[in-house]
């Protein structure tokens, strides 16, 4: 029978090609056929042409794209540029200066001749500093140490770039996670309530188990608009960092189930790391670096200043109506000059001690921030811990949860079990599907939060 009609099928279509009308019936076919194929590939072209992003492709582009980064960047090289603005007080400096003037005097032509007389003079000083109580040396390595802590201001930026991108990146997959969870919720629920429809209309249950699923599926369908709301959020979040339009559609793509049990570092090479690698903790050992270069130009000002000093005058007179038409004169001096200010009133001795209590206090502020990162390291392994054993304690909760959910379906179903014996067993269920994806987030967030920490980049948490 199949045979005879597919050869039926063969020859209609055999015979209708010579015939006008059957080459407009073979447009139209074409045309229809070419449709459907474009309506299958438009979403995966659509998909393929969309951006897609992995957590470290992203913190590796918002990187390159953030604003902060990129000051926190220019800081640095405006730091180096100080550091030879610094190092050309070392050399001696030159100063070349020109003047014209003209100058005439007239009065009673007994006592006073008329002179009118045109001037040109040019000069050349140069200058060497000798000795400036180690101001120039101490201004120099400031510098540079500044430059350090421009550094450690552009890791800090970095790293708490890439950890808030690391952590909405993890929210936004927790997030459609929830999503699915809240739609296997609904589908039970919809099941639920035909179920308890069809017993309502043939006697079997009150009208009061419609009413409860009826809620219930209120309840889950504002869930579901919550979390469509936080997917939209992280997304937009996302793409600012990276400096994309807030209404574009990437595809953040990433699967929290998949992780590495595996931490590469203890608690002892982990504080260890930190004190060596965490830019606030260099930016604060730098602070109390230019802080003694401060007290030390501060105390520059109990030293003479000694300069050695050079310079080449050139003079040029003309003259009318007076006895001399030209005067030329060549002036070369050099010597050496020394300043010291003996004394101001107190000013540079209260401004040293001022200067030593402040370096005083930042020290006490460097050992309290080693000893808060010490103590955020020893958490952020305790959060780690933690979640693992979360993980194992959720999937085994939500085996639990399905099983019982699925043995208060059939109790109700053969009217045993009650309606809230169901609906207990549903939010059960769903909670345990939130709370696997709750506890993979939670390692992953700790691990970032130890890398960060630590100040190590760890682009995809691997």
Same mark, same amino acid.
């Given at each position: 029978?199949?045979?005879?009609?597919?050869?039926?099928?063969?020859?209609?279509?055999?015979?209708? /090609?010579?015939?006008?009308?059957?080459?407009?019936?073979?447009?139209?076919?074409? $045309?229809? %056929?070419? !449709?459907?194929?474009?309506? #299958?590939?438009?979403?995966?072209?659509?998909?393929?042409?969309a951006a897609r992003y992995t957590i470290g492709q992203a913190v590796s582009a918002g990187l390159e794209a953030n604003p902060g980064v990129a000051a926190a960047n220019e800081m640095v090289s405006q730091a180096r540029l100080n550091v030879k603005a610094a190092r050309g007080y070392f050399l001696p400096s030159f100063t070349l200066?020109?003047?014209?003037?003209?100058?005439?005097?007239?009065?009673?032509?007994?006592?006073?001749?008329n002179v009118d007389r045109k001037m040109l003079s040019n000069q050349l000083a140069v200058s060497q500093t000798l000795?400036?109580?180690?101001?120039?040396?101490?201004? !120099?390595a400031k510098a540079k140490i500044q430059t350090d802590a421009e550094k450690a201001r552009l890791d800090q930026a970095r790293l708490e770039l890439i950890y808030s991108i690391q952590q909405d990146f993890l929210q936004l997959l927790k997030s459609r996670e929830d999503l699915d969870t809240v739609n296997n919720e609904l589908e039970r629920i919809r099941s639920q309530l035909d179920a308890s429809r069809v017993?309502?209309?043939?006697?079997?249950?009150?009208?009061?188990?419609?009413?409860?699923?009826?809620?219930?599926?209120?309840?889950?369908?504002?869930?579901?608009?919550?979390? #469509?709301?936080?997917?939209?959020?992280?997304? $937009?979040?996302?793409? $600012? !960092?990276?400096?994309?339009?807030?209404?574009?559609?990437?595809?953040?793509v990433g699967d929290l189930h998949k992780h590495?049990? %595996?931490?590469?570092?203890?608690?002892?090479?982990?504080?260890? =790391?930190? /004190?060596?690698?965490?830019?606030? #903790?260099?930016?604060?050992?730098?602070?109390?670096?230019?802080?003694?270069?401060?007290?030390?130009g501060l105390s520059a000002k109990y030293y003479p200043r000694v300069t050695l000093d050079y310079a080449k005058i050139l003079q040029r007179d003309d003259y009318k109506n007076y006895f001399y038409s030209?005067?030329?004169?060549?002036?070369? =001096?050099?010597? %050496?000059? /020394?300043q010291w200010n003996l004394f101001d009133g107190g000013n540079t001795t209260y401004s040293y001690k001022g200067e030593l209590r402040h370096i005083k206090a930042l020290e006490k502020q460097l050992d309290n921030q080693i000893s808060g990162a010490k103590?955020?390291?020893?958490?952020?392994? =305790?959060?780690?811990?933690?979640?693992?054993?979360?993980?194992d304690v959720a999937l085994q909760a939500r085996k639990n949860a399905l099983e019982n959910y699925n043995f208060a379906a059939a109790r109700?179903?053969?009217?045993?079990?009650?309606?809230?014996?169901?609906?207990?067993?549903?939010?059960?269920? =769903?909670?345990?599907e939130s709370d696997i994806g709750n506890a993979y987030m939670q390692y992953h967030i700790a691990k970032a939060a130890l890398f960060y920490n630590i100040g190590v980049e760890n682009f995809g948490l691997n």
């Open positions: 029978m199949s045979l005879t009609r597919k050869s039926g099928k063969k020859r209609a279509f055999v015979q209708a /090609l010579p015939n006008g009308n059957g080459w407009v019936d073979m447009k139209i076919y074409a $045309t229809f %056929v070419v !449709y459907c194929c474009l309506c #299958l590939l438009c979403p995966a072209i659509s998909k393929a042409g200066q020109s003047s014209v003037s003209r100058y005439f005097q007239s009065g009673d032509v007994v006592s006073v001749d000795f400036s109580g180690f101001a120039i040396v101490n201004n !120099y017993f309502y209309k043939a006697g079997f249950s009150p009208l009061g188990d419609v009413l409860k699923n009826e809620v219930e599926l209120s309840r889950a369908e504002t869930d579901k608009i919550k979390v #469509l709301n936080s997917i939209k959020n992280y997304s $937009t979040q996302l793409n $600012t !960092y990276l400096a994309i339009p807030f209404d574009e559609k990437i595809d953040y590495s049990p %595996v931490v590469p570092y203890d608690l002892n090479s982990a504080i260890v =790391t930190a /004190l060596s690698k965490r830019p606030d #903790l260099l930016l604060a050992r730098k602070s109390v670096e230019i802080a003694k270069k401060e007290a030390k030209e005067s030329k004169q060549e002036i070369d =001096t050099i010597g %050496v000059n /020394l103590a955020i390291i020893l958490k952020a392994f =305790t959060d780690i811990e933690d979640a693992k054993k979360l993980i109700y179903k053969i009217k045993i079990g009650t309606i809230n014996d169901l609906l207990d067993a549903q939010y059960s269920l =769903t909670r345990s």
